[in-house]
C-alpha cells in the first residue's frame, strides 16, 4: 500500500513541476528504491574499498537488466494464460531498445573489468540527454551511439572477452579450479 502511495505522490508532483509522468517512473522511483544499494557502495566506498562497492552496484544491475526484465514476458504469459508476446506500445517498445543497447554497452564496458572516465562519463552523458530531452528521436538516436560505442568496445576488447568467457566456462565447469578472477593472478596458498 505504501508503495501506491509513493508512487501517486511521486507522480502528482512531477506532473506540477512539469516533469515527463513516464521518466519519474521509470527513473527517479527506481533510484528511490535502490537508495539502500548507493548508501552500501558508499560507505564501501568511503570505508576505502571501492572495487566492492562498485561491484555490489553493478551486480544489482546485472541482476536488473537481465533476470528482471526477461521475467516480465514469462510473468505476463503466466498471468494472462496466454503464450502471446508482451504488448507494448510505441513509447515502451523504444525505451525497451534504449535500455537494451545500454545494457549492451555496459557490458562491453566491463568486459575489461574495470570502469574507465571515458567510459563513466559516455553513460553518464548519454542518460542526462535522453533523460532531459525525451523526445523520441533522441532516444533512438542514443540507443543507436551506445550500440556503435559497444561494438567498437567488443572488437577493441576481444582478447579481454575471450580470456573472460574462457574464465567463465572454467569456473562453471570446475569452481574450485578457479580461486581468483579473470583478471588476476591465482593464488599461491
Known amino acids: 500500500a ?13 506532473t506540477k513541476l512539469g516533469i515527463d509522468e513516464f521518466l519519474l517512473v521509470q527513473w527517479l522511483a527506481p533510484l528511490a528504491s535502490e537508495s539502500p544499494e548507493f548508501l552500501v557502495a558508499g560507505i564501501l566506498a568511503f570505508r576505502g574499498r571501492a572495487a ?3 561491484a555490489a552496484l553493478l551486480s544489482s544491475k546485472v541482476n536488473q537488466w537481465t533476470l528482471l526484465v526477461g ?4 510473468a505476463f504469459g503466466i498471468s494472462g494464460e ?7 506500445d510505441g513509447r515502451q517498445s523504444q525505451e525497451v531498445f534504449l535500455t537494451g543497447a545500454q545494457s549492451l ?3 562491453a564496458v566491463l568486459v575489461s573489468l574495470s570502469l574507465g572516465r571515458l567510459e563513466a562519463l ?3 552523458g548519454l542518460f ?13 538516436a542514443i540507443a543507436v551511439i551506445y550500440v556503435v560505442l559497444a561494438l567498437s568496445l567488443i572488437v577493441s576488447r ?3 572477452a575471450r580470456r573472460l568467457i574462457g574464465w567463465a566456462r572454467t569456473a562453471m565447469r570446475d569452481p574450485a579450479a578457479v580461486e581468483s578472477g579473470p583478471g588476476e593472478e591465482p593464488s599461491t596458498g
Open 128 to 140: 542526462m540527454i535522453q533523460f532531459l530531452i525525451p523526445i523520441s528521436e533522441v532516444r533512438m
Open 82 to 88: 496466454t503464450l502471446g508476446g508482451l504488448p507494448l
Open 122 to 124: 559516455a553513460l553518464l
Open 52 to 54: 566492492v562497492g562498485l
Open 158 to 160: 576481444r582478447r579481454e
Open 2 to 14: 505504501s508503495a501506491e502511495h509513493f508512487a501517486e505522490g511521486l507522480v502528482e508532483s512531477g
Open 71 to 74: 521475467s516480465l514476458p514469462v
Open 105 to 107: 554497452f555496459a557490458v
